[in-house]
Every structure is written in structure tokens, then in C-alpha cells.
């Protein structure tokens, strides 16, 4: 069964990634899988599908079950034959000659030749492919291709040999940097997700559920055809750094957080703001919600080629570690501070990550493509979470999305807060009058280019007046 849409790029858009990728591989072959549709009780009542994002940024549509097949300077794309009842159920749909025509293929085959295919490239074990997580496509993919990979759990990129690296290379090469017909689409979601945060915003009342705000803010995306790109976060407790619950209730005084980012054809964005439930922060959170809005646009104004992106996150970090030192919170000189992680006791998570067709891109191959090589993770506590370290080149797409947080979980952790409450550092007591505050974060979508960052998500308000101004509106 064949149910895909055609994509809506030009297929040379496809042609030249994939010529791209041949061009990076040399004679290798490389298979990439589509992944398959999943039951959620019976055959037929399935869960929505998402296709590989290694096969949508190659074809441009998601097509259960399917497989692209790219050597010699040839695409190949193999789907599953056709039903006899398929038009009965789903109606017409696009046929094999519509697919090549699309996506610039050479040719559209049967799924059933594709063993002959693997075969007439040189075997299973010349082939280059990426470990599916889907655990049955993954199963179809060791069968046809003599690979064992673990079975309980998606495999990462400290499974895969030699040759299987070799394209986990490449397509990080080719993803890092997003061209035009990616950022056409990209574009189009930002539209999407910023009508999102405005009619979140203005439907945010004291009485109303989170899930009250969380609906209106989805209809706003399925109204442009768009699905969210993530389990979206709209919370009271924005101190719950991944909070996918939406049943509190949204009381005069609270800050709402929401986390919102809108997918079109598999390409995401990734959003926050933070605003007053009544219309108006109080002076208390306005004092650190300023602090976080800057903390955020001097970590932009670092978006520049040949910037490494770890020092974007500590500019973030050292503005926040001042504004908490004049606030009375922290106290010493900031630059040590930060050296020291102070900050983190307030900022736990990285400044952002790559974005694309993942929300966090690529994050499947770990940090093989989050860090640059020679790069390791920290060990520093806060730091350790930074998801990207690698030199920004234009057309590279980041979130910039510093927060400030007052999680008692981190805060009640005597061996975080111990070391800098015991030499004056760090003055517990001096949080009591922030009390109506338990999470700001701000995060928009910035584009390396050339010259100054583009902000694409420009357009949806944080300045703290535009932002009272949006919910009173």
C-alpha cells in the first residue's frame, strides 16, 4: 500500500541532495528506509506516521515502508505494491510514475525487488544504511541487509561500522546546513507557529485550564495543515523543564510557559515565551524575566560564522549570572561564577540545539553531530546538557533559549548548592521575594547567515510590554 502526499518542492530540490550525498559516498551504495506504519491495537487502526527524516530530506514525502536506494548516480525509490482494495478504502491516490515525477527519482520499484537490487549493488555488506528506530523497520533492515544491531533499544552510532558511518557523516554534512528549499518551507511553519503563540496568548485568562490554551494554540496549526512538532509544553510550572501535563489550572498571577513549535512536511520549529496569566508581570518577575530577554539577545548577537556555539550558550550564561548578581542572588564577580557553574543552579539546560527536520536535529547520531570532532561533552553540571558544540556557519539553524528556573529539585540538592551557599556565592534567602516565579525560559529560531543573525521567529513578541500587550489585547 502506497498513502503518501506529494511533496510540494521542486524535485530538483531532492535531485541535488541526493546527487550531493552520491557525491560524498563515491561508489558506496546507500540505503535509506522510510520506516513503517505502527498498529496501535489492530492492523488497521495505526498511529500517525511519521516518516525517517534521513528519507524525507531525500525525497520530500513520507512514504510507509519504503526504501531510496542511491549508487552510481541513480536514485531508486522502492515502495510496497499496491492493494486491489487500497482505492476502495483511501481512494485515488498518487501512482509510481506521479512519485518519480515529484521527488526526480529514476525510477519507482516494488519494495519485492529490492533484494535484487542490495544484490546487483554489491551485497548487503557494501551497502551503507542507517539503523531505523523503528524496531520492525529495523528488523526488515538486519534481514535484507545481514546486519545485527540490539534489539531493545534504537540503536546509536556507537553500533554501526565503518561504512554505516560513513553516511552517518554525510547526511550530518549535507543537514547542517539547511538550503533554500528547506528554509522556503521552514518559513511557511514559522507563520503557523507564530499564529500559535498569539492566539495563545490572547486565550490566556486566570479561571482557564493549561489545556485550554494549549488547544487554541494547535488549532492554529492544524487550520494551515501543520502538525505540532513536539509534544508541546504550556504549563504554570514552567520550572518542570519537559512538563507535558495540561490539566492545572491557570490562577491570576501565574506565569504561563509554553514551549510551541509547528512541523510542515517533517520541518520544525521550536518556540518559546513566556507571559503574565493576568495580563501584567509583577515586579518581581519582570526583574528576572528582563534578565533572561537579555541574557537571550546578547547570546544572539553572537550567532556569526566561525562563533563556537559553546560560547554562545556561556554569553547566555554570563549575562544571567550579572542580573542575578545584582539582584542580590548570586554575589562575586560573574566571569568566576560562571567558570564555576553558579549560574547553572538557575540555568541547568544548554542555550539550544541545531534545528531542521528534528526538533533537536540529527539527535539521532548523537553527538557525532552535535559536537565537533575532538569535541566531548563537559562534565560541569548544567553544561554537560549543551547539545551542540561545534563552529556556526551560515545556514546553519539553532535555537537561542536561555531560561531561568527555580527548580527545588536542583536547588534542595546539597552537593549543587552546598559548595557556593558555604563560601557567600549563593544566598538562598534572598529568593524568598521571587516567589510568584517558577520558570522563564525565551527561545526563538535564529539563522546563521553571512553577516547578522536572522531571527526567523522574530515576529512572535517577547519585549515585556509587547508581550502584556498580546495577552490583554
Known amino acids: 500500500m502506497m498513502s503518501a502526499q506529494l511533496p510540494t518542492q521542486p524535485a530538483q530540490v531532492f535531485s541535488r541532495r541526493r546527487t550531493a550525498l552520491g557525491q560524498r559516498l563515491g561508489d558506496a551504495p546507500a540505503l535509506v528506509f522510510s520506516g513503517g506504519l505502527r498498529a496501535r491495537n489492530y492492523p488497521a487502526n495505526v498511529f500517525p506516521y511519521r516518516a525517517d527524516s534521513h528519507f524525507l530530506y531525500l525525497v520530500g514525502t513520507g512514504i510507509p ?4 536506494l542511491v549508487h ?7 515502495v510496497p505494491a499496491k492493494d486491489q482494495d487500497d482505492p ?28 535484487a537490487a542490495v544484490t546487483a549493488a554489491g551485497g548487503g555488506d557494501r551497502v551503507r544504511t542507517l539503523p531505523s528506530a523503528d524496531p520492525l523497520t529495523r528488523v526488515q533492515q538486519g534481514a535484507l541487509l545481514g546486519r545485527s544491531w540490539p534489539g531493545d533499544r534504537a540503536p546509536g552510532v556507537a553500533d554501526l561500522g565503518e561504512g554505516d558511518l560513513a553516511l552517518a557523516d554525510a547526511m550530518i554534512e549535507l543537514r547542517m546546513f539547511q538550503d533554500d528549499g528547506a528554509l522556503s518551507i521552514l518559513r511557511t511553519a514559522v507563520e503557523g507557529t507564530t499564529a500559535a503563540h498569539a492566539a495563545g496568548m490572547a486565550a490566556t485568562r486566570p479561571g482557564r485550564l493549561e489545556h485550554d490554551v494549549r488547544a487554541v494554540m494547535e488549532r492554529e496549526l ?12 504550556v504549563t504554570v510550572h514552567g520550572e518542570i523543564l519537559h512538563n507535558t501535563t495540561y490539566h492545572h489550572e491557570i490562577h491570576a498571577g501565574d506565569l504561563l510557559l509554553a514551549d510551541f513549535g509547528g512541523e510542515l512536511e517533517g520541518w520544525a520549529t521550536d518556540v518559546t515565551r513566556t507571559w503574565p496569566a493576568s495580563g501584567k508581570f509583577s515586579p518581581t518577575q519582570r526583574a528576572l524575566y528582563d534578565i533572561v530577554l537579555q541574557a537571550q539577545l546578547d547570546a544572539i548577537a553572537k550567532v556569526r560564522p566561525g562563533v563556537r556555539y559553546r560560547d554562545v550558550h556561556l554569553t547566555a550564561a554570563l549575562t544571567l549570572a550579572r542580573g542575578l548578581v545584582d539582584e542580590g542572588v548570586l554575589e562575586g564577580d560573574p566571569e568566576s561564577l560562571v567558570e564555576r557553574g553558579a549560574h547553572a543552579l ?14 533537536h536535529d540529527m539527535e539521532d547520531l548523537g553527538d557525532r553531530a552535535g559536537y565537533a570532532p575532538g569535541r566531548a561533552r563537559s562534565a560541569q553540571f548544567g553544561l554537560g546538557y549543551l547539545r551542540l558544540d561545534r563552529d556556526l556557519a551560515p545556514g546553519m539553524l539553532v535555537t537561542i533559549e536561555p531560561g531561568l528556573y ?9 552537593s549543587l548548592v552546598g559548595p557556593f551557599v558555604a563560601d557567600g556565592s549563593f544566598h538562598p534567602d534572598r529568593l524568598e521575594r521571587f516567589a510568584d516565579v517558577r520558570g ?10 553571512t553577516t547578522e543573525p536572522e531571527i526567523l521567529t522574530k515576529a512572535i513578541p517577547k519585549e515585556a510590554a509587547a508581550v502584556e500587550a498580546a495577552v490583554v489585547g
Open 65 to 68: 515502508d519504503a526504501a531510496l
Open 222 to 233: 492544524m487550520a494551515r495543515g501543520m502538525t505540532p512538532a513536539y509534544n508541546a509544553i
Open 346 to 359: 538557575f540555568f541547568p539546560h544548554g542555550v539550544g540545539h541545531l534545528l531542521g527536520l528534528d526538533v
Open 406 to 414: 527555580l527548580v527545588p529539585a536542583i536547588l534542595e540538592r546539597q
Open 440 to 449: 522563564i525560559r525565551i527561545e526563538d529560531d535564529v539563522l546563521c547567515t
Open 88 to 115: 476502495l478504502w483511501h481512494g485515488p491516490e498518487p501512482g509510481p510514475a506521479d512519485f518519480a515525477a515529484a521527488t526526480g527519482v529514476d525510477a519507482v520499484r516494488t519494495l519485492d525487488e529490492l533484494p
Open 72 to 78: 552510481q548516480g541513480r536514485a531508486e525509490l522502492f
